[in-house]
């Protein structure tokens, strides 16, 4: 056929003929994939046909066995005589080949159609090799690294029988008081948007039946991470405004993506639970953004409307399915009540038959039906985990996503001739390096700080003291180690421990101490009041001080904290978050500087837990405060500032970089005319390094009020020392563009002020208009 076409296109000019091949290639791509399509439309629709009701509802249920760590009190029973009856759709919690093929086999040879289970699991950020956290990876801006994440997570866990994982968690969230703002990229909707996009290519790649790609699942839908008072499971309220303008759009970015699957939350939105809330699940998420894949709750979320005030299983049930729950994790309220409530009319055939033709589509795009133990492969999973090439990039991408906050006196990065005295609980402790939601990986492969040192150090030139508790209290210290140990209370008093820290630290030339949060002191019901780092450690930093040798402070942290006080003491502030299986050695290689630190928050450092929500893209209000210092009369605090003590964006490096003037490519931007924004940047340091470059905009005057800035923009370049680079960015009118009341998304004309700059807070900027075509 090709040739044909060749040939025939002889006589066309030669932009015409590539022209022509091109739209022709479209179109046969275009044409399988219609093809495909239809073939798995065919498929379902007949076996849907040779399925009776009870395995149509069977389909419908995700359940767990309860063999791994749990997320609520509920363990599902029976398993193995359900999968046989047909009433398992897909299962999670089971891992490892052997035990995922028992499973397969049951319903692939026991069950009477033999219909192959989705095996799920939480993949979060990575799989046995542990990236660093969600919120800690954001601060690398680099969508590049952030989906091959994503992609190596896929491979491990799809070489270890996973065939879908929860995740990505894309719940904008302003309030760090919440521990699961560390499984999500922070604050800002245009970014977690992006973060969203490249984690669902990662894990989807480009053809889920590969035996490599599996099914994503975004979630929470939607606005989990708006809980009042950043407790977990709480209530949200919020204006439909703010809803698509500042939460939703992740969420949409996912779907947009092809992401396959969607999970549901456990707050209320608008007064109706997400799980039954039609709103959300149908017009939004179906009607609105086209979304064709199915949804799953979470962890019993369709019980829990029952404590909502929804009514009760039964109800809730019904009320679930008429929303569009495709699928119910763990509950079995569609298991025990959907076959009632067909035959009192509650709900109809077509309901059922349509979610279990979604989740059946989803085994078909899979390759299940084709081949259901294609992901069951011992030899993959002897071979593919954990590799030295894996265990490589994740210390790259831990080292990426680090955020040098303060460097005085340039006392980093440290010398090989220092006498260092490393000091902290969490300097050389195991349990405490993979961060939370890391159900597949083994803490005791992970690096420690001083392991990581020590490949930079003789031990003649380093020494360790634990020199605290990470608490000394031991009622928080029960509720954070619900899940295994992670606060380890010594057996010696906080006194000796000091004791021994503070005579290291007075025979060194520089202090290095490893502070901050253990693991599960955020994630999933972490939420905290309190965000300074625990009293023990504060003592430890404060009599560490008054040594009068240079302090170097590495956070590990799984959420923003109040950290005015250390920065006050600290020479240098490192935030590592939780960095995953490669920790030490990534913290190493940054303060040594063979990693010069490029990271940069997406997410406000309050100074106070007073402030919270604090973020940048907030609105100017009626009497915006023009200074830092207080003025009556002004939206200010009596006791504190306004801004947060590290913003959004900010972060440094061990060079400096300056920006020239913006320039604009003409004044005015019309539907048809784009602007080009350009800004020189220029390495004036001594080191190479990274920047990462922030577009904002600012609509003063619309017919909302609008925020003082968005970003709309970001690149990250390399500059050698002494490099200067021109850096563009093109703006189109989608980048103006906003929800109005009547919640249409558009731009107005008029004036726009476009900032460019290395944080939220220090920009250089110009203006331009908006106006009509010529
Ligand atoms: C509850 C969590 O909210 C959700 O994120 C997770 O995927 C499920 N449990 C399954 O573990």
Known sequence: MIQDLMSSLRFFPIT?????????????????????????????????????LDEKIGQLNLLTPGSEILTGSVVSKDVELKIIQGNVGALFGIHGPEKIRKAQELAVNKSRLGIPLFFGSDVIHGYQTVFPIPLG?????????????????????????????????????????????????????????????????????????????????????????????????NTTDMSKIRMYQDYLPPYKAAIDAGVSSVMTSFNDVDGIPATGNRWLLTDVLRNQWGFKGFVVS?????NEMSEHGMGDLKNVSALALNAGLDMDMVGEGFLIHLKNLLAEKKITKQQIEQACKRILEAKYSLGLFEDPFRYIDEARAAKELMTTENRKFARELAARSCVLLKNENNFL??????????????????????????????????????E??????????????????????????????????????????????????????????????????ASEMSGESASRTNLEIPESQKKLIRALKKIGKPLILVLMNGRPLVLKEENELADALVVSWHAGTEAGNA????????????????????????????????????????????????SHYLDESNLPLFSFGFGLSYTKFDYGELKLSQKVITQSKNIKVSCKISNVGNFDGEEIIQLYLRDPVASISRPVKELKGFQKIHLKKGESRDVTFTLTTEDLKFFNTQLEYLAEYGEFIVFVGPNSESCREAKFIFGPND
């Open 16 to 52: 015409m003929r590539s022209f022509i091949i091109c739209f022709f290639l479209i179109g046969i791509v275009h044409m399988h994939a219609q093809t495909d399509t239809k073939k798995k439309e065919m498929f379902v629709r007949k076996l849907l046909k040779k399925m009776t």
């Open 137 to 233: 990876m954001a601060s690398c801006w680099d969508m590049e690294w952030i989906e091959k994440s994503a992609r190596m997570a896929a491979q491990e866990a799809s070489a270890n029988g996973v065939n879908w994982t929860f995740s990505p968690m894309v719940d904008i969230c302003r309030d760090p008081r919440w521990g699961r703002i560390a499984e999500g990229s922070g604050e800002d909707a245009f970014y977690g948007s992006r973060v969203a996009k490249a984690m669902v290519r990662g894990y989807q790649g480009d053809d889920l039946s590969k035996n490599n790609t599996i099914l994503s699942c975004v979630k929470h839908f939607a606005l989990y991470g708006a809980s009042e008072g950043g407790r977990d499971y």
């Open 298 to 302: 979470d962890y019993t979320a369709l």
């Open 413 to 450: 990065p440290l010398n090989r001739k220092d006498k260092i005295a490393l000091i902290g609980p969490l300097a050389n402790n195991k349990n405490n390096m993979l961060g939370t939601w890391a159900v597949s990986g083994d803490p005791q492969q992970s690096i420690t700080v001083l």
């Open 452 to 517: 990581g040192l020590k490949q930079y150090c003789s031990a003649r030139m380093i020494s360790y003291a634990k020199g605290a508790n990470i608490s000394d209290d031991t009622t928080f210290a029960k509720n954070v180690n619900f899940n295994g140990v992670r606060i380890d209370i010594d057996s010696k008093s906080p006194e000796q421990l000091l004791e021994e820290a503070l005579v290291l630290a007075a025979g060194a030339d520089k202090i290095v101490a490893i502070i901050g949060e």
């Open 587 to 634: 913290i190493a290689d940054v303060l040594f500087g063979q990693y010069n630190p490029s990271g940069k928050l997406t997410i406000s450092f309050p100074r106070n837990v007073g402030q919270i929500p604090v973020y940048y893209n907030y609105k100017n209000t009626g009497r915006p405060a023009a200074k830092i210092e207080f003025e009556k009369f002004k």
